[in-house]
Structures are given as structure tokens and as C-alpha cells.
């Protein structure tokens, strides 16, 4: 079994790609997919659905900054009135190409 590390390595590699990747810089996008993992409980699928959605832009933008980070994601998904259920992330995954 992989490492949560490796992981989320993995799935920062192959969202390298997306809209919002260049805004957050790797070490970021990387240290946001660990959270994901390790504190959230998402499974491989789930992060890469949340980082592949526009979720990731609406956190930056609500942040006000112009490099987000990971406080900043935090902040968005624990906010009841952004809906980030797990109901919508099983809608993301549903959404999402893989």
C-alpha cells in the first residue's frame, strides 16, 4: 500500500493540468491533497474530483489572495454555506473524468 505521501503526489501530478493548479503552486496543491487525504478521509478518487472542481477556484477567490493556500481551502470547504457535503463531493466524482 502506498504512502498517504505518495499519494498525494500522485494525484497532484495528474491534476497538474487543471484551472487552478498554476494559482496554488505545487507545494500547495501537493500539501492540499495530503489534508484531503489524511485529515479529511477522502479516498484518491474524491481528491482528485475536488481539486479537478471549481471548488478550488471559488476558495482562491475568496481569499482574497493572489497565491491561496491550504488555510485557505480549509476555510472554504468548513463553511456550511459553500455545501461541500460529502453528498456534493460523491456529485463531483459522479462529474469527474478520470
Same mark, same amino acid.
Given at each position: @500500500?502506498?504512502?498517504?505521501?505518495?499519494?498525494?503526489?500522485?494525484?497532484?501530478?495528474? !491534476?497538474? $493540468?487543471? +484551472?487552478?493548479?498554476?494559482? +496554488?503552486?505545487?507545494?500547495?496543491? !501537493?500539501?492540499? %491533497?495530503? @489534508? &484531503?487525504? *489524511?485529515?479529511?478521509?477522502? !479516498? /484518491?478518487?474524491?481528491?482528485?474530483?475536488?481539486?479537478?472542481?471549481?471548488? @478550488? *477556484?471559488? %476558495?482562491?477567490?475568496?481569499?482574497?489572495?493572489?497565491?491561496?493556500? &491550504?488555510?485557505?481551502?480549509?476555510? +472554504?470547504? /468548513?463553511?456550511?454555506? $459553500?455545501?461541500?457535503?460529502?453528498?456534493?463531493?460523491?456529485?463531483?466524482?459522479?462529474? !469527474? $473524468?478520470?
Amino acid at each position: @500500500m502506498r504512502t498517504i505521501g505518495k499519494r498525494a503526489l500522485a494525484i497532484a501530478y495528474r !491534476t497538474s $493540468n487543471v +484551472y487552478s493548479f498554476d494559482r +496554488y503552486g505545487a507545494i500547495q496543491w !501537493t500539501a492540499i %491533497a495530503v @489534508m &484531503l487525504i *489524511r485529515y479529511r478521509g477522502y !479516498t /484518491d478518487q474524491e481528491v482528485e474530483a475536488i481539486l479537478r472542481s471549481k471548488w @478550488m *477556484r471559488y %476558495a482562491g477567490d475568496a481569499s482574497g489572495r493572489k497565491h491561496p493556500i &491550504l488555510d485557505d481551502v480549509i476555510r +472554504y470547504l /468548513d463553511n456550511p454555506n $459553500n455545501g461541500c457535503t460529502q453528498e456534493e463531493v460523491d456529485k463531483l466524482v459522479s462529474q !469527474t $473524468n478520470f
